[in-house]
């Protein structure tokens, strides 16, 4: 079974910059949409960022023009630039892959363990 694994989390100060990075790992062949998504306390999980293996990326109306969502699909990676940040973007933030082609057949909707992002005002 694909696993994605997550880094890059931590504290930092508001208006300052994190980068994410989420690594998929396991018998693949290639990914379709690869994203980002984030859940606050007493919120829902919510879309910040994805990317398909073409490069197409869409953006939660919060994040566009200070996140900026990239990958290497040689290396199965998607790293999530996130700069200017704000303490509203404290969240635990999950990669997600909705679609895993690998040698054994397709893994679907497939999710990381998360990485917790705090913001301090």
């Known amino acids: 079974q694909v696993q994605l694994v997550e880094s890059g989390g931590g504290l930092v100060q508001a208006g300052g910059s994190l980068r994410l990075s989420c690594t998929a790992s396991g018998s693949i062949v290639s990914i379709n949409v690869m994203g980002w998504y984030r859940q606050a306390p007493g919120q829902q999980r919510e879309l910040v960022a994805r990317?398909?293996?073409?490069?197409?990326?869409n953006y939660a109306d919060s994040v566009k023009g200070r996140f900026t969502i990239s990958r290497d699909n040689t290396e199965n990676t998607v790293n999530l630039q996130m700069n200017s940040l704000k303490p509203e973007d404290t969240a635990v933030y999950y990669c997600?892959?909705?679609?895993?082609?690998?040698?054994?057949?397709?893994?679907?909707?497939?999710w990381g363990q998360g990485t917790q992002v705090t913001v301090s005002s």
């Open positions: 990317i398909n293996s073409g490069g197409t990326t």
């Open positions: 997600n892959a909705d679609r895993i082609f690998t040698g054994w057949g397709t893994q679907y909707d497939t």
